[in-house]
């Protein structure tokens, strides 16, 4: 599959009943009689639908294996066969073949040999029944995985167990696809390959992601836990290189996403259905097939998993009468429910209640001809508008309403006002015959009636309209067809406007944006399929992202072609002509079929179409002209920043003096340049030819006179294909598409290196910072409360330190690089008490380099953070820009290799929020910025003048109490010790 799921739904031609709707598929299959049987039916119900089957409508034959969607159909398998009717003989089969039972009309089948098998019965009577070719490969791939998924909503993860099983040997639940556990064989098998060395990993297609098993093998199985997604919902399991008894294991693809969950049916409300004899009609969730509503004649279908399981809509009593019940002409699935169409009236109902809609959400009141959604599934798109898309389209006569999730709707146009629009005449009808989502994820086609007379004949015209761009553009198309002709459009998976219509009869194709137009061929009858299928009328188109294209007439029979094919071919029968059903697309991008029946139950086939295709080719000897189309492009999306470019190969192999070749052809504005180099190389009568292209745009940024203008003219969305020039039913996928967006990555940020939030504690508080360290100078202190959840951890810094900071750049896959391009820093609260080491002479500067304060200055009107940036960056490397100024002032700007580094104040400490903004204006076209914090430390704070006064003077006090105290001591030891004792003895003398 190209796309990430399904396509969605095509409208039907009015039945005879007068009813108009449509039809989309869903989900994985059953066999019908004798293989798989659906869940909710009894085993007494299926005998009487098979008994009823055999005996009623025309013979027809059928086969099955045990593999699902025909996955491994080889020399291998058991071929079951299976004939409806009663004029059986016995099976006609090769020598290569042998049969269990020939004259039962259920049997199995196997061949030994590969190559083409030729089975038919042999019946009774004049008549002969078609045969079969059947192409029976010899493959050693025998081996399948087997998944199941567990929900858990309140973490949002899915744990997906995997194991490996047999088709031939497996258990019933694992055929039937309901299995909780492996079956003892799938246990063995899988713990011998497990002993081999396989192991499962699950790749995700769209986000390139990969996820393994959590834990070692437990009891026979592999788990995997995976998140629950919106946007990467295509998955593929693979496995190792393991071979046991010379058998491989298959590679899976499959849809996952969230659990969507069913309508529960409540036993007092009544059915709600269709027209009594009219055709089915379905729709379904466009990324998630296997969320299918169905609508026949006595009840409405849901199922989230492709009807393995199903449960009955109904609505409650004294809303509706019994008519307006049955009078549904077509069905929507959405998100926000299920959108009946009722005489007029748009209906809805989902978990909480059934409702009809008009002026309240801002719809009309009734004359609603038809609803319609999109029909294929883009998860990935740009809109440079930054509006919203549409999931669905509502129109009357002459008006036409886009709607959007929550109920919202919206008029987009009316008929008077396209008439002013497509310059017609004011006295011509025109009213709006049909509208369709187109293959482009932002477009929307309307298909107009007009005329004069009104008598006859009238003209459809075409419009297309772009929601992104708000434009109406009207295409090289105009269609005469008789007034009571209604069309149907159904858009190619290309990326030009393609598209096929049809009406009751007949198929018309516009290939190649209108140019290569024409009615769609079939062998004899001129095209006109009715002829060929015992006169009934077509009831659906199908299509898938291979390119294939089934139309399905009311009858059952089915007529077979290709894109960009201009003529069809008449399948072999499959179902009986008395049966309901429709086409329909599983999780793993293959075709089956969904069968209604009177009783009230609803069953899935599979249907194996490459097989059936390749019979009748064998039969017509039709090739395809060339051997094999390659291409390396694995992504249906990419999208494109400023610099970058995507470049691809395409190869076709073909045999010589064919003259094939490969055509790229691209769909939206023309903002990349295009470079094609082919090589070409001939041998042993083949010719190869390769391509490599390359997409590239190569726009200066820097300097201009408006840098969003000329940002906003070079960003968009482009579709581009590849395919081979010419093309057959019996070719492989014959195109590539896949989008290009120009523009802002949502998913690209950028963070300082050496940051995060769990290195500190993780709590807010305050802070001030002083005014004197404020860029506006205020008259107060700032009180700044440090937010935890948006600045992270703060780094902490030594004053002496320098600090250079390192950006780097991620997106949802992780780190992508280190910027190397130029950034500004400034501190968020108004702080400016900090430098840089270089200056504008040390960086080379030949004239003064842009500043906070020079630009600032130049945008007082703007805030801070936007004052400069680069839609104003202008480098001081050249004399032809700025003027000679000051250069020894410091250079604020940073890149990783200039050694600019962020200095700190020496006489104080403080808290620092930065936020970085990406200054290089061919950098990117996102705003890139981000914040980090930091905290300097290790000054020794100035004493106050105060204190030091107050300091001396207690120093000199206690230095003069000192000296006064020594003083007084020293002279009372001088008394005591030499001025007493001297002048004693003095006396003692005299005395003597």
């Not at 996820?211 to 990467?232: A, C, L, Q, V």
């Not at 097939?289 to 009955?312: G, H, I, K, L, Y």
């Amino acid at each position: 599959m190209s796309g990430p799921a399904s396509p969605r739904r095509g409208h039907r031609a009015p039945s005879e009943t007068g009813v108009r709707g449509s039809a989309r598929t869903g989900g994985r299959a059953g066999l019908l009689g004798g293989c798989e049987l659906a869940p909710a039916m009894s085993a007494s119900g299926v005998a009487v639908l098979l008994s009823w089957l055999s005996c009623c409508g025309s013979a027809l034959w059928r086969y099955s294996s045990n593999s699902p969607n025909y996955h491994i159909f080889s020399t291998r398998s058991t071929i079951k066969l299976e004939y409806e009717g009663t004029l059986f003989s016995e099976w006609s089969v090769p020598g290569t073949c042998s049969i269990k039972n020939k004259r039962s009309p259920k049997t199995e089948l196997r061949c030994s040999s590969p190559g083409i098998q030729i089975i038919k019965p042999i019946v009774m009577g004049p008549d002969l029944e078609e045969e079969r070719y059947l192409s029976v490969d010899s493959s050693h791939t025998c081996f399948l995985w087997y998944y199941k998924v567990i929900n858990f909503t309140n973490n949002l993860t899915q744990v997906i167990i995997i194991w490996i099983y047999d088709p031939e040997n497996a258990d019933p639940s694992e055929l039937l696809w309901n299995a909780n556990e492996p079956s003892l064989n799938s246990i063995i098998l899988s713990k011998q390959l497990a002993t081999l060395g396989q192991k499962p990993a699950i790749y995700t297609v769209l986000r390139r992601k990969v996820y393994f098993p959590h834990r070692k093998m437990k009891n026979g199985t592999w788990h995997i836990s995976i998140p629950m997604t919106e946007d990467d919902v295509l998955k593929e399991i693979r496995g190792n290189q393991v071979a046991f008894q010379d058998c491989f294991t298959a590679d899976i693809f499959f849809l996952l996403t969230f659990s969507l969950l069913t309508i529960p049916e409540i036993p007092e409300f009544l059915p709600i259905s269709s027209p009594q004899g009219s055709q089915l009609m379905a729709d379904w969730a466009t990324c998630v097939p296997s969320f299918v509503v169905v609508v026949a004649d006595m009840e409405t279908f849901q199922t989230n998993d492709s009807f393995r399981t199903w449960t009955r809509i109904r609505v409650p009593p004294n809303i509706l009468t019994d008519d307006e019940r049955h009078s549904v002409s077509d069905v929507t699935l959405s998100q926000d429910g299920i959108f009946f169409l009722i005489n007029g009236i748009l209906y809805l109902k989902n978990y909480n209640a059934f409702k009809g809609l008009g002026s309240n959400v801002n719809l009309p009141d009734g004359g609603i001809i038809g609803i319609t959604s999109r029909k294929w599934c883009w998860i990935n798109y740009l809109l440079k508008n930054k509006g919203r898309r549409s999931n669905m389209a509502i129109w009357t006569e002459n008006e036409v309403y886009l709607g959007y999730a929550l109920l919202k709707f919206v008029k987009i146009i009316t008929t008077e006002e396209l008439k002013e629009l497509l310059n017609m005449s004011s006295a011509a009808t025109l009213t709006i015959h049909n509208v369709e989502y187109t293959g482009h994820p932002l477009e929307l086609a309307l298909l107009l009636n007009y005329c004069i007379t009104c008598n006859i004949i009238k003209t459809i015209y075409l419009v297309i309209y772009n929601e992104d761009t708000k434009q109406w553009v009207f295409q090289d198309f105009a269609l005469d067809v008789t007034t009571d002709t209604f069309l149907i459009p159904n858009f190619i998976y290309s990326a030009m406007p393609e598209l096929i219509l049809w009406d009751k009869h007949r198929i018309y194709y516009y290939y190649h944006n209108f140019t290569d137009t024409g009615v769609l061929q079939t062998p004899t009858e001129f095209g006109n399929l009715s002829r060929l299928s015992q006169n009934s009328t077509i009831h659906d188109v199908f299509m898938d992202y291979y390119g294939n294209i089934v139309v399905k007439m009311e009858n059952n029979v089915m007529f077979y072609f290709k894109i960009n094919v201009k003529d069809a071919v008449k399948l072999h029968l499959w179902t009986n002509s008395t049966i309901k059903s429709l086409i329909s697309l599983n999780t793993s991008g293959k075709m089956y079929l969904i069968h209604v029946f009177e009783n009230g139950t609803i069953h899935p086939q599979e249907y194996p179409l490459k097989l059936e295709a390749q019979s009748i080719a064998f039969k017509t000897k039709e090739k395809c002209p060339y051997m094999a189309f390659h291409n390396d492009i694995f992504r249906v999306s990419y999208l494109l920043d400023k610099g970058q470019n995507l470049s691809f190969w395409a190869q076709i192999v073909y045999p010589e003096n064919i003259g094939l070749y490969i055509i790229v052809e691209s769909y939206g504005p023309k903002i990349l340049e295009e470079k094609n180099q082919v090589h070409y190389e001939i041998a042993s009568g083949y010719c190869t030819k390769t391509m490599t292209i390359t997409f590239s745009q190569n726009i200066n940024y820097e300097a201009v006179d408006d840098y969003f203008k000329l940002q906003y003219q070079n960003t968009g969305l482009l579709l581009v294909h590849i395919r081979p020039s010419e093309h057959a039913k019996t070719c492989p996928v014959s195109q590539k598409v896949f989008q290009i967006s120009v523009g802002c990555d949502a998913n690209k940020f950028i963070a300082v290196k050496g940051f995060d939030k769990k290195e500190c504690l993780q709590h807010d508080f305050f802070y001030i910072i002083e005014k004197s360290y404020l860029r506006d100078r205020p008259s107060k202190h700032l009180r700044v409360k440090y937010n935890w959840e948006k600045y992270g951890c703060p780094l902490r810094v030594d004053f002496r330190e320098k600090f250079h900071p390192v950006v780097q750049l991620y997106n949802d896959s992780g780190y992508v690089e280190d910027v190397e391009v130029n950034f500004i820093v400034w501190e968020i609260h108004g702080r400016d008490d900090y430098s840089f080491n270089n200056t504008m002479k040390k960086s080379g500067c030949l004239h003064e380099a842009q500043t906070w304060k020079s630009m600032t200055e130049l945008n007082k009107r703007l805030p801070l953070e936007e004052a400069w940036g680069p839609e104003n960056y202008k480098h001081c490397f050249s004399y032809a820009i700025g003027k000679p100024g000051d250069l020894n002032q410091p250079y604020e700007i940073i890149n990783k290799s200039n050694r600019n580094h962020l200095v700190w104040p020496l006489d104080h400490s403080g808290m620092y929020v930065f936020r970085v903004k990406i200054l290089d204006p061919n950098y990117s076209f996102c705003n890139l910025t981000t914040i980090f914090a930091i905290e300097t430390f290790g000054v020794i704070p100035s004493p106050s003048a105060y204190m030091v006064a107050a300091f001396l003077f207690l120093l000199m006090l206690l230095f003069c109490s000192i000296l006064v105290l020594s003083y007084f001591h020293y002279l009372r030891i001088y008394r005591e010790y030499i001025y007493e004792p001297l002048h004693k003895s003095e006396r003692k003398q005299k005395n003597n």
